[in-house]
């Protein structure tokens, strides 16, 4: 993540996703993710943003 877009998209995608909590840091280029989601099912919905 090297924008405000991207990690703004990452937030969008993951805002989705029932069961979880997260933070975007896009000083650490770091997101955070707590809950009961499989990682994969994270993963992917990042993925899909196309920003990685």
């Given at each position: 993540?090297?924008?405000?877009?991207?990690?703004?998209?990452?937030?969008?995608?993951?805002?989705?996703?029932?069961?979880?909590?997260?933070?975007?840091?896009?000083?650490?280029?770091?997101?955070?993710?707590?809950g009961?989601?499989?990682?994969?099912?994270?993963?992917?919905?990042?993925?899909r943003?196309?920003?990685?």
């Amino acid at each position: 993540m090297s924008c405000e877009g991207c990690s703004g998209a990452v937030g969008r995608a993951l805002a989705k996703v029932d069961g979880i909590t997260y933070e975007v840091s896009l000083q650490n280029q770091q997101v955070k993710v707590t809950g009961d989601v499989p990682y994969e099912t994270v993963l992917e919905k990042i993925k899909r943003t196309g920003k990685e």
